[in-house]
């Protein structure tokens, strides 16, 4: 159970770190340095999440000249594949968003017309088109 929460828990960290870096209002350092990795060099953010933090816990380990740590490593790619899972997420839900609004725009004038129709003006989105 103990290990459900853990990934639980990583899956609702990468969820953080999608939503800043789609709001594009700045992130991390690290995560920043991961997106212009991604942007110039190719790959995606997880990716790079993935090839830095085994780049890190290798040298790690040749600097205290231990194994690596197993768990770094499960970890590193929990953290990568949330990411690039919710990024991919977030990107199809802003066009989702963007369709849903423009629909509810669409609605919000008809209504506007057909309130106008009837010498009635209720809506503030009516009172710019006389």
């Known amino acids: 159970m103990k290990y459900v929460f853990y ?11 999608a939503f800043t870096i ?3 209002l700045g992130a991390s350092p690290f995560d920043a340095l991961l997106v212009g990795l991604s942007i110039h060099v190719g790959l995606t953010v997880g ?6 933090a085994l780049l890190f ?7 205290k000249s231990q ?3 197993v768990s770094g490593m499960l970890t590193a ?8 899972m919710w990024l991919f997420f977030l990107h ?8 849903v609004e423009q629909s509810d725009l669409f609605w919000n004038r008809l209504g506007c017309y057909r309130f106008r ?3 009635i003006l209720i809506h503030k989105f009516c009172s710019d088109a006389n």
């Not at 990934?7 to 770190?17: A, H, M, R, S």
């Not at 990716?47 to 830095?52: A, K, L, N, R």
């Not at 816990?57 to 600097?63: A, K, P, R, T």
């Open 7 to 17: 990934v639980l828990g990583i899956l609702i960290l990468t969820l953080g770190i």
């Open 22 to 24: 789609q709001s594009d």
């Open 47 to 52: 990716s790079w999440e993935v090839i830095i």
């Open 57 to 63: 816990i290798g040298c790690n380990s040749f600097l």
């Open 67 to 69: 194994r690596p740590e």
């Open 77 to 84: 790619f929990i953290t990568g594949i949330g990411i690039d």
């Open 92 to 99: 199809f839900f802003y066009h989702t968003r963007t369709m």
């Open 117 to 119: 129709n009837r010498d």
